[in-house]
DNA sequence: TTGTACGCGTTATCAA
DNA sequence: TTGATAACGCGTACAA
């Protein structure tokens, strides 16, 4: 077993200076052409590497991004990581992970972790603990410390630093006027409670189509359920929330639901009740997960593009640390949403 | 925006030497109370954390783990790394994530770009152009060099390092004789060809659950698919494919598929096809990923328990990290797995 | 009780 | 053309 070998080793075997290895392994015009072949055949037969640890101490630049997200066993975060990991490659960067899981705490605790010189900059979506919390002092703190931070979806105002959103408004609306199209009469929307931010931007654009099409908001089609708790882990509750909404007003004929799991459920329960999708009842949700494309009937959504939003925060995030004039302007990209129809809309 | 503070500017700030700094704040029974009290309070006020950088170079350990691999974008990976990171960040390490996006050059530069000092050990799957070429140099250079790797899922003999794998042989066997069990006569394989390993594994399952039922094989019962083509991009191609296999043998009663976008186009096609499931054709995947459970019928499958397997890899890797004493022994792990039974089988 | 010197591996500057 | 030195930030053995 050969341990990794050194400039210091090559310098002493070879009986030159250390700076003469250095210099000759960096093709110095300083150095004589004998003594950087010499250097540079040796440094090759012992597969020689700078040591990235010395060289991020020496330049003060690890060229390693972190990256804190919520939840990785999640499309939507998944294909965020792997547009971040493409552009931080391309880039000569690094990219390490931590996950939130939903708590503040373990939020805080990841980026102490990595603000002490492991890294060069964040790109962070909120943990749903933070944005109930509203407490943001980690995020101002390491933003103060000259580490610049870049917020991607879950992202919030009282953060002063680059943002890259879908427009969640926008998509929102643009699914319900499809329906509005499609002549639905009665849309109900399946959201959340208001304190996450996206929820909120896509309940106000339902509300916001409805409005440009004069339709009454009829309060007894809106679910908001909370995002507290898992679903997933507890699909009989939420099918009841959902056969409540139906019950409560019968002739619900479109379906706007902020999430997949919201919309594909919706699709299960419909059924069960004997509603035809999309015949009697369209639906449409919003995610870029791969259960819309495999359900039956497949289902419509409203792509974020989650791999493009990873590689413009990676590329804004990077461009900030490349440039080192640090005028303080601070950026909010907005990805454009796309609505993708399959068979729950006509 | 205040820099981060160093041990050196508290000395020079409250006029000691650094190492008194650094003694105070590690409460050395060396330093008078007084001097500690100051300096503690000093760096608190200045939020004071030692920096990373430093300490990995000093201590030539990084307290951080590589993984490497294939596709992030797929359930079964992000949940390994859910119990990578979860286990990395119970005893103190950090995770650097590396695609190589199937391909043995961003394997090989992957590897690279960490194992010059930026980490402490990998966890690696290999990719799919890895297995085909057989070409292992770098993970022996790696092993040669000191770093340790644990390899997981995708591994292969010829690499001496811990292994943490499922147990593809028995639970393919399992869920023939499932199958068996439940009456079915003729069972059909949809597999991968035989270059990777798990895809291997769980065909020879399926071929020992035969012999030890006394039930003759059938080539035509066999389907083995080209794992290069993407049909989750191509599904069209993918149902062809399994079309012909209904079509060749009419008797199909059964299915066992080593994946799950495999196990689910089956269905779909036999659906098409006018064959009831469980009642004309039982189906069983391979898979923990998330369609299964919102099919419809919902999909039984082996589940391959990801998340444990990347706890299992994190703690092998981090024992052997923190084991001096380097005997060179290595361990494979086996997950059992378990069959998940749902709709589409009775 | 405090401070000095050294080393981790590298590069840049300056001296020889 | 080559080498010595300092510096990045830290911890520790040893000297004062």
């Known amino acids: ?22 210099k000759a392994l960096r093709n110095s015009v300083e150095i004589s052409e004998d003594t950087k072949q010499k250097v540079q055949a040796f ?21 390693t991004i972190g990256i804190i997200i919520p939840e990785i ?43 002490n010189g492991s890294i060069d900059g964040f790109i962070i979506s909120l943990s749903k603990e933070t944005l109930q919390l509203q407490d943001y002092h980690h995020f101002n703190e390491t933003i103060n410390q000259g580490m610049p931070i870049v917020m991607f979806d879950r992202v919030v105002n009282e953060i002063q630093c680059d943002k890259v959103i879908v427009d969640d408004f926008e998509g929102a609306k643009n699914a319900v006027e499809k329906l509005i199209q499609n002549n639905c009469e009665n849309i109900a929307l399946i959201t959340t409670k208001d304190y996450v931010s996206v929820g909120r931007l ?13 339709k009454d908001l009829k309060s007894e089609l809106i679910l908001k359920l909370d995002d507290n708790i898992d679903y997933e882990d ?32 919706a699709m299960r329960v419909a059924t069960r009740l004997n509603y035809k999708i999309p015949d009697d009842i369209q639906v449409i949700g919003f995610t870029d997960g791969v259960l819309s494309k495999h359900a039956t009937p497949s289902l ?35 990805i454009a949403s796309e609505l993708v129809e399959r068979e729950s809309t006509m």
């Open 1 to 22: 077993m050969k341990r990794k070998v050194t400039l210091k080793q090559i310098a002493k075997e070879l009986d030159v200076s250390i700076s003469t290895v250095s």
């Open 43 to 63: 440094a090759k037969l012992y597969n020689y590497k700078p040591n990235n640890i010395a060289l991020s101490l020496k330049n003060r630049k690890t060229n």
């Open 73 to 115: 066993v999640h499309h939507f975060f998944s294909k965020v990581i792997r547009g971040v990991e493409l552009v931080a490659n391309q880039r000569g960067y690094n990219v390490i992970v931590g996950l939130s899981n939903e708590s503040f705490d373990k939020e805080v605790i990841n980026m102490d972790m990595l603000a």
């Open 202 to 214: 896509r309940t106000q654009g339902y509300l916001e189509a409805l409005k440009n099409h004069n």
């Open 234 to 265: 507890n699909l009989d509750a939420l099918e009841n929330e959902i056969e409540s909404l139906f019950k409560s007003s019968k002739e619900i004929d479109g379906i706007f639901a902020v999430n997949e799991l919201y919309a594909l459920t």
């Open 300 to 334: 419509s959504t409203v792509s974020q593009h989650a791999q493009l939003m990873g590689e413009k925060a990676a590329a804004l995030l990077i461009d900030k640390l490349e440039n080192d004039e640090d005028e303080e302007s601070f950026q909010t990209q907005i």
